[in-house]
């Protein structure tokens, strides 16, 4: 299984940027995916999900890539912002009961 | 809509008491909630998923005695931390989903930080 160390991958990028923020998932059967904003002291805030039987899907200003061969999923983030600074975190789903299973997350920082 | 509360959002207790921890659907009737621990710098670990009227269901490694989980209503599920130990300092975070949501979504609450002195 993966580490849970003391430190979060980390991501720094100038405001106006665009991010890309990635995440190896465990469990090929998995239905969908999910990518969540946390933001310090607060609960998981939903951004964009995918289901399975799709390789990409936009929202507003943000890009999610499934690549089931190799059980990759990435965020794009365009034009990052200094509200986007937080930590995100991907989590799959499946099975009967649909739990959530969360990645390590990754903290992105945005330079003014 | 889908606004999820948690109370209270930060608490303090001594070793050997107990706290509990409230999570309520604001707008939604939630069939489904779960219970996630989060310490510092690290990702959201499920506890247990509770479904309302019925007994919760808990991770592996989660002690039921310690971690009691009581949903009875569409709109309240609580935790109560027995016994508490300064290891369980922890973010704790709720989730629900109401019955005619996507299988998968989850509508998080805000959290609540137990320190345990």
């Known amino acids: 299984g993966e580490s849970v160390g003391l430190h979060l991958p980390t991501l720094s990028v100038q405001e106006g940027d665009n991010s890309i923020i990635n995440c190896a998932y465990s469990n090929s059967a998995s239905d969908y995916f999910i990518w969540y904003k946390q933001e310090s002291g607060k609960g998981p805030q939903f951004i964009i999900d995918i289901r399975s039987n799709m390789d990409k899907r936009q929202g507003q200003r943000v890009t999610v890539l499934l690549n089931k061969t190799v059980k990759h999923l990435s965020l794009q983030i365009a034009a990052t912002q200094p509200g986007d600074s937080a930590v995100y975190f991907c989590a799959e789903a499946g099975g009967s009961n649909y739990k959530l299973t969360f990645g390590k997350g990754t903290l992105l920082t945005v330079n003014p | 809509g889908a606004v999820v509360s948690q109370h209270p959002s930060r608490v303090i207790c001594k070793s050997g008491t107990s706290v509990k921890i409230e999570c309520r659907s604001l707008?939604?009737?939630?069939?489904?909630m779960f219970w996630y621990r989060q310490f510092p710098k690290q990702s959201l670990m499920l506890m247990a998923t509770?479904?309302?009227?019925?007994?919760?269901?808990?991770e592996q490694g989660v002690e039921k005695d310690k971690f009691l989980i009581n949903h009875a209503s569409l709109t309240l599920s609580t935790l109560t931390v027995t016994s508490a130990h300064p290891e369980d300092s922890s973010f704790y975070i709720c989730?629900?989903?109401?019955?005619?949501?996507?299988?998968?979504?989850?509508?998080f609450g805000p959290g609540t930080r137990l320190t345990v002195t």
């Open positions: 989730s629900a989903r109401g019955l005619a949501d996507r299988p998968y979504e989850q509508y």
């Open positions: 509770s479904n309302e009227g019925s007994k919760a269901t808990y």
């Open positions: 707008d939604f009737q939630a069939t489904t």
